[in-house]
């Protein structure tokens, strides 16, 4: 299970998708955010569904890949697709038993949401899928540039954010690697009910805190033997520069968003 946790991992690749901007990127992921949470009917959906796979297929990293992460977030899913089934009590009563009642606006709700977690997800992985931490530090803090001037720290917060992003694998392996060391020393994290599996889980916290703090002591050693003084005097060996693929990635993101405001507006 811990191994379908994908999000923060980087597929090196040479697809159309790596190769666009880093800021563009970013850009785009937010346009689709919003278009995502404006599409209200079946044609938005399969109008961001399109937009969503395409991605994928250009992203060359496959279906595979971005469906193992969701297995990591199918008990929200599932959680979320019960409450809209069970309190959504709109349109026509289609089941009652007991107290249980199921409506047919719960279960257009409970789809609508479904779909629209999924492909929230899918759509940011595939961020962390085609760009390095390095790319997504150097994008956000471009991107937040003008913020400098209000003297809030932009580089150490895109930093601090991509070297999160870039532990999460790191932890997910350390933390597998404890579970099978306990494993055969008799350690059981597979049987019991929910709260005896949570209980069993709880010899993994101290050593993984442990290991934790110590990769953080010996990331700061190593920043400060190379003389890392945050932003001050940093020159950076590859410079971000927008391609003419870029201004058409950003001219088709916008496009898909309009398109979405205009079914929305006309009820399409």
């Not at 008799?186 to 949570?198: C, M, P, S």
Request: hydrophobic share 55%.
């Amino acid at each position: 299970m811990l191994k379908d946790i994908t999000l923060g991992q980087y597929f090196p690749g040479d697809s159309i998708v790596h190769r666009l901007d880093p800021r563009t990127k970013l850009i785009l992921v937010v346009v689709y955010i919003v278009a995502l949470f404006n599409a209200g009917n079946v044609v938005s959906y399969a109008l961001m569904l399109f937009v969503l796979f395409s991605c994928i297929a250009l992203s060359h990293v496959g279906l595979k890949a971005v469906f193992k992460g969701l297995r990591t977030v199918f008990i929200i899913i599932l959680i979320t697709a019960l409450l809209n089934i069970f309190y959504n009590t709109t349109g026509t009563l289609l089941v009652q038993f007991w107290r249980i009642r199921i409506f047919t606006g719960g279960i257009a709700m409970a789809v609508k949401m479904v779909l629209r977690i999924m492909m929230l997800i899918s759509g940011t992985f595939l961020l962390t899928y085609t760009t390095s931490p390095i790319q997504l530090t150097d994008a956000i803090e471009r991107l937040c540039g003008p913020l400098k001037k209000l003297h809030l720290p932009i580089h150490e917060l895109a930093m601090m954010m991509s070297i999160a992003l870039r532990f999460i694998p790191t932890l997910i392996e350390e933390t597998d690697k404890i579970m099978s060391a306990q494993k055969a020393r008799g350690a059981d994290f597979e049987t019991g009910n929910l709260i005896q599996k949570a209980r069993a889980l709880m010899p993994l916290l101290v050593p993984l805190f442990v290991s934790a703090f110590r990769r953080a002591e010996e990331l700061a050693t190593a920043m400060e033997c190379r003389c890392y003084h945050g932003d001050s005097g940093r020159t950076r060996m590859k410079q971000l520069t927008y391609a003419p693929r870029d201004f058409v990635a950003l001219a088709l993101g916008f496009v898909v968003l309009a398109a979405v405001f205009v079914l929305k507006h006309f009820g399409l």
